[in-house]
């Protein structure tokens, strides 16, 4: 079995091929939007009541702390268990029980972790017990905030899953939390891609279990496949074929997923596939038949790249002269007028819109996926619908098989299905009103612990990427020259080279990080921080990684972080921002960017040709970089409408593709 990612061709993020169904998503979505609204509000008008009641319980639990020193450990354990027995039974609104039992978690992290737990943190520990979404700043200990309130919620006897969004993150962060569970005697799983069936089982039965969303969306997928199938054999038939397989996750009580807005918004554009058995209708001979076909269409007249939707549009001229020229075939799918569009426009989008080192690495012979939000490579997933045979064909590679589709779900129903959600990020504010519309999930800010030193220094706009790299060198080695540490951001493997290759040439030295060479990257990370150091990477630098400052870089101004290029999502740009100036650290932060990077394709071409023939002036320096910044604002707009179309979708087709009976 395999999971794929659906290609373009896959309806639900093509809503445009749809009229009809762009219609309901229409009527519906008017309906929907004012009911969120309302929602909203109200959720709104009780935020400051409810600040007040749970500032008031962490003065309590502060005072009851000062005293908790003399316990021996023994006792102390015994009576943080004791107080999560007590609100098991009396609810989480036990104000004293509460106090107290934060009380007693803070001491716990403070004798077994070395971390005593600032105020601010012991209230978004009691802000994700309430099923919310906890908005902390970048680098105020958010994996403490959610190990605590994992341990707490275990201890009032929920079954936990804290989820993240890669497997380094969930095996350090289960790391980081060990000792206060050993402590808690609270057994501890961990699910990463490596983990065999019977970890699995073991792991997601434990009270408490670390894992990716990947891994647990799929794993619940077979899961409830595995149930279906349980359905309809005869008990017999079914422990014959399936008695190696028992069910995975012991039920869906209580998520805590780390950060939520990468997780629950970006990924959920694309929903998650369950893949078994050969496609034979897209063969190999068909695949070769369009490659080729389409490598002699012209861009422009005979069809249109549509970067913002990110898909191919076949102009009337070019549809009419398809049917001329596959007037001749007989059967297969290219008989069929629109699946034989379709599959055109899906090679169009494999010559045309995937880039090698951008969206795909090919190594050994095989094109793996990059995940366009981690930048990190994606083993094992497949673009379904024949798109990934399709790069593979123009990539020179042997053609995989393609996969049938046997289950589907997305993030926004799987997450919906828990029986208590809460969340975690330092960068929700642009998608509050979608968490609160799809998953109810109220958003709650808590202030930084010390006041945030980072510097924002103005940034610029370049005519031309050779003019970027050139000045990004001469900052460069200002800064390396001063001893302070640099981390370079970058979008993409390709870009990475080009900057390499600029650095290189001015003599100096550094460290790249990205998804071809994941393998050292707790290192790279360790390092980046000392005196001198360089260090390029792609956003797989930008979520969870803490770069600790070496000796005496304080004084030279703590680590300087340059971005490249802005990405589709201004919050994966904050995520960058925020590995500089940590916890009231120094750091300074800026922004270069140029008038060929990608986003500059959403500009109007009217701009650029007068700057192509007048030249950017400081004034239209600042104009290009606020049209670069209205670009993002578009393309995030248009990914929320296909997440809002993805969601319907999925409703409308939940019956016949999703599950819907949970696991247990
Ligand atoms: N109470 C505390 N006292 C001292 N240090 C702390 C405390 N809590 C967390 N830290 C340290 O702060 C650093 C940043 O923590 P962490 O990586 O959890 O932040 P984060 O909010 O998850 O950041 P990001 O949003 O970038 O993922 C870590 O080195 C962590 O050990």
Request: glycine share 6%; hydrophobic share 40%; proline share 4%.
């Amino acid at each position: 079995m395999s999971e794929h990612i659906p290609s373009i061709l896959d309806r639900d993020t093509l809503p445009e091929l749809v009229p009809a169904y762009e219609k309901t998503r229409r009527e519906r979505t008017a309906i929907d939007a004012l009911a969120g609204f309302l929602e909203g509000r109200l959720a709104r008008l009780f935020r400051p009541i409810y600040q007040r009641k749970i500032r008031g319980l962490l003065v309590h639990a502060e005072a009851i702390r000062e005293d908790l020193g003399s316990l021996g450990d023994d006792e102390l354990r015994a009576q943080t268990r004791e107080a999560g027995g007590v609100l098991r039974r009396n609810g989480l609104s036990d104000k004293a029980t509460m106090s107290r039992f934060l009380a007693l978690l803070s001491e716990v992290s403070t004798r077994t972790l070395g971390l005593t737990p600032h105020p601010v943190q012991l209230e978004g520990v009691r802000v994700l017990l309430d099923g919310k979404l906890l908005e902390m700043a970048t680098g105020e200990g958010k994996t403490l905030v959610a190990g605590l309130a994992a341990a707490a919620a275990a201890l009032c006897g929920m079954r936990v899953h804290v989820v993240t969004v890669n497997d380094y993150l969930a095996a350090r962060d289960a790391d980081y939390i060990k000792p206060a569970m050993d402590f808690l005697r609270l057994s501890l799983g961990v699910v990463v891609k490596e983990s065999s069936l019977a970890r699995r089982i073991e792991a997601y039965a434990c009270p408490v279990c670390y894992c990716t969303n990947n891994e647990l969306a799929f794993d619940y997928l077979k899961d409830s496949l595995q149930s279906q199938a349980q359905g309809r054999l005869s008990e017999r038939v079914f422990s014959r074929f399936y008695q190696k397989s028992a069910r995975r996750i012991k039920g869906l009580e209580f998520a805590i997923v780390d950060e939520a807005d990468s997780v629950m918004v970006d990924e959920a554009r694309t929903p998650l596939i369950l893949s078994e058995g050969i496609d034979r209708v897209i063969d190999d001979e068909v695949i070769e038949r369009v490659m080729v076909y389409t490598q002699q269409l012209e861009p422009g007249e005979d069809f249109i790249v549509d970067h913002l939707r990110w898909s191919v549009v076949l102009t009337d001229a070019c549809q009419q002269k398809t049917e001329g020229d596959f007037a001749q075939v007989t059967d297969g799918p290219l008989l069929l007028k629109v699946l034989r569009q379709e599959l055109i426009i899906q090679a169009l989008c494999a010559h045309y819109l995937y880039k090698p080192n951008e969206h795909y690495l090919v190594r050994d012979e095989k094109v793996e996926i990059i995940d366009e939000y981690t930048g990190r490579v994606m083993p094992d997933r497949v673009w379904s619908a024949g798109l990934h045979q399709m790069i593979e064909y123009k990539e020179h590679c042997p053609l995989t098989e393609p996969r049938l589709t046997v289950a589907r779900i997305t993030y926004q129903r799987f997450f919906r299905r828990y029986r208590k959600l809460a969340g975690m990020s330092g960068t929700v504010a642009e998608v509050s009103n979608e968490f609160w519309n799809v998953y109810g999930l109220a958003v709650y800010k808590v202030p930084t612990h010390k006041p945030c030193a980072r510097k924002i220094l103005p940034g610029q706009v370049f005519q031309s990427k050779t003019q970027k790299w050139q000045h990004l060198v001469r900052r460069v080695k200002d800064i390396h020259n001063s001893g302070a540490p640099v981390l370079i951001g970058v979008r993409s493997v390709a870009a990475i080279e080009e900057v390499c290759e600029s650095l290189s040439s001015a003599g100096l030295h550094f460290e790249t990080l990205h998804a071809a060479n994941d393998e050292h990257e707790a290192e790279t990370i360790s390092k980046a921080g000392q005196r001198g150091k360089i260090t390029v990477a792609t956003n797989m630098a930008g979520r969870g990684t803490d770069i600790a400052l070496g000796p005496g870089v304080d004084a030279l101004g703590g680590l300087h972080v340059i971005m490249t290029e802005r990405h589709d999502s201004g919050r994966i740009d904050r995520q960058l921002k925020g590995r500089c100036a940590r916890q009231g650290n120094p750091g300074s932060f800026e922004i270069y960017q140029s008038l060929e990077d990608p986003l500059a394709r959403l500009i109007k071409p009217r701009f650029l040709l007068n700057i192509a023939r007048f030249g950017l002036t400081k004034n239209a320096s600042r104009f290009a970089s606020y049209l670069l910044a209205k670009a993002q604002l578009k393309l995030e707009r248009q990914h929320s409408k296909t997440r809002e179309s993805l969601l319907r979708s999925d409703h409308s087709e939940g019956d016949l593709l999703a599950f819907s009976g949970e696991p247990e």
